[in-house]
T-cell receptor, first 113, second 110 residues
Framework: DTAVSQTPKYLVTQMGNDKSIKCEQN?????MYWYKQDSKKFLKIMFSYNNKELIINETVPNRFSPKSPDKAHLNLHINSLELGDSAVYFC????????????FGQGTRLTVV | EDQVTQSPEALRLQEGESSSLNCSYTVSGLRGLFWYRQDPGKGPEFLFT???AGEEKEKERLKATLTKKESFLHITAPKPEDSATYLC???????????FGKGTLLTVNP
């Protein structure tokens, strides 16, 4: 039973394309996150949703748009992909306030060519 | 700006050879310092939370300690299955965001 699942695991696409990454959690958590891990291995928060409401919105280009249809799902849509968007994107979930003890998905490796 | 620096970047040990990983941090009012383990191709897995200087936490062969400027992750008699990247992160007192270090890649040879 996968707790936090992301699809796809790998995504290779051309510059200028639009793509989406999906995330689902079956832990009953009320808060979900998107993190980006770049080539230098730094893991950085991008967005966080609590009960479908955006609560953290870091300085991320507005080409990135998160969508939470319900508290078990948080998708990430990226418009006009650029080479610099290449990274591993992690979805995570937790109960509100337990942000540090979040459960992470396996990641989506996005490569923009 | 909050900063986390981990050293060394990579550490290779023989099975049973104890050592420590370092995490130096600067943060405006520490809410907490956190350690994670990340296996290749997977997301980070939470290990410990430390809140104040002098605090220690243990889990199997791992022990985390905290001072006002740094944290150590001590690994006693490591086994090959302890091989992973260990990440350190801090959260400031003003919000719930985490700032991560680059991690230390630990390899334990049998």
């Amino acid at each position: 039973d996968t707790a936090v699942s992301q699809t796809p695991k790998y995504l290779v696409t051309q510059m200028g394309n639009d793509k989406s990454i999906k995330c689902e959690q079956n832990l009953g958590h009320d808060t979900m996150y998107w993190y980006k891990q770049d080539s230098k291995k730094f893991l950085k928060i991008m967005f966080s949703y609590n009960n479908k409401e955006l609560i953290i919105n870091e300085t991320v280009p507005n080409r990135f748009s998160p969508k939470s249809p319900d508290k078990a799902h948080l998708n990430l849509h990226i418009n006009s992909l650029e080479l610099g968007d290449s990274a591993v994107y992690f979805c995570a979930s937790s109960q509100l306030g337990q942000y540090a003890e979040a459960f992470f998905g396996q990641g989506t490796r996005l490569t923009v060519v | 700006e909050d900063q986390v620096t981990q050293s060394p970047e990579a550490l290779r040990l023989q099975e049973g050879e104890s050592s420590s990983l370092n995490c130096s941090y600067t943060v405006s009012g520490l809410r907490g310092l956190f350690w994670y383990r990340q296996d290749p191709g997977k997301g980070p897995e939470f290990l410990f939370t430390l809140y104040s200087a002098g605090e220690e936490k243990e889990k199997e062969r791992l022990k985390a300690t905290l001072t006002k400027k740094e944290s150590f992750l001590h690994i006693t008699a490591p086994k090959p299955e302890d091989s992973a990247t260990y990440l350190c992160a801090v959260s400031p007192g003003s919000n719930y965001k985490l700032t991560f270090g680059k991690g230390t890649l630990l390899t334990v040879n049998p």
